[in-house]
């Protein structure tokens, strides 16, 4: 019963490097999404993707890539890190017209 | 254009007082409204949601109301707890297009004191 899994959970970059925040569901889920929480922000739409192959920009994609290429999982990769991509990160699934499962986040500290 | 507000960013009340959360959208094209709560270092879960045909939706002690014409939904918890204590997100979508999206608030956080 797994649900949205998100790894890793805590993750420290220096500035320019790159790296890969995993999600997976195992739901069938066709929907998934990524946003980003910081204070005051509330939870910011970064990419989402309605099946395999199909992904878009959100609210904040500057800086960020996703790809889908399987209906189960759901990468986002951080080109660059940047001190402005400091923030927790959340994966979510759904499937059309139900309530979205998000994962337990990645804490990820850009210095 | 932040297309939902949540325009108290804390609330505090008395254990088993009753609590209310207020948010606001602008996009017309939204046809339902979800409410997440989350605690501290974990994901935001699913509380209740309401379609926008409907004017109230209850589950147990948490309500939501939605004033269509105002744009204006309210979630209501009584009597309010002290693990009631979170932050409570508003969330929109449109159901009726091909994405599936939600939009977030910014979130209230509720402190319930016993």
């Known amino acids: 019963n797994a ?16 790296m890969t925040l995993q999600c997976a569901q195992d739901m069938n ?3 998934m999404s990524w946003y980003r929480q910081d ?7 970064i990419h989402y993707s309605v099946g395999a192959g199909i992904t878009d920009q959100g609210e904040v994609p500057n800086g960020y890539n996703v790809s889908r290429s399987t209906t189960e999982d759901f990468p986002l ?4 890190a940047a001190p402005s991509q400091t923030s927790v990160y959340f994966c979510a699934s759904s499937s059309k017209r139900t309530r979205a499962f998000f994962g337990q986040g990645t804490r990820l500290t850009v210095v | 254009d932040q297309q939902v507000k949540q325009n108290s960013p804390s ?4 254990e088993g007082r009753i609590s209310i959360l207020n948010c606001d ?4 094209m939204f046809d339902y409204f979800l409410w997440y709560k989350k605690y501290p270092a974990e994901g ?6 309401i379609s926008s045909i409907k004017d109230k939706n209850e589950d147990g002690r948490f309500t939501v109301f ?10 209501h918890i009584v009597p309010s707890q002290p693990g009631d204590s979170a932050v409570y997100f508003c969330a929109a979508v449109n159901y009726g297009g091909a994405t599936n999206k939600l939009i977030f608030g910014t979130g209230t956080l509720l402190a319930v004191q016993p």
């Open chain 2, 66 to 75: 939605l004033n269509k014409s105002a744009k204006h939904l309210s979630l």
């Open chain 1, 39 to 45: 204070p005051g922000m509330g939870l910011r739409l």
């Open chain 1, 77 to 80: 990769r951080l080109l660059s």
């Open chain 1, 29 to 31: 889920h066709e929907y």
């Open chain 2, 44 to 49: 935001p879960t699913f509380l209740i949601s």
């Open chain 2, 11 to 14: 609330l505090s009340v008395q």
């Open chain 1, 3 to 18: 649900g949205v899994t998100q790894t890793p959970k805590f993750q420290v970059l220096k500035t320019g490097q790159s």
């Open chain 2, 25 to 28: 959208y602008t996009n017309s």
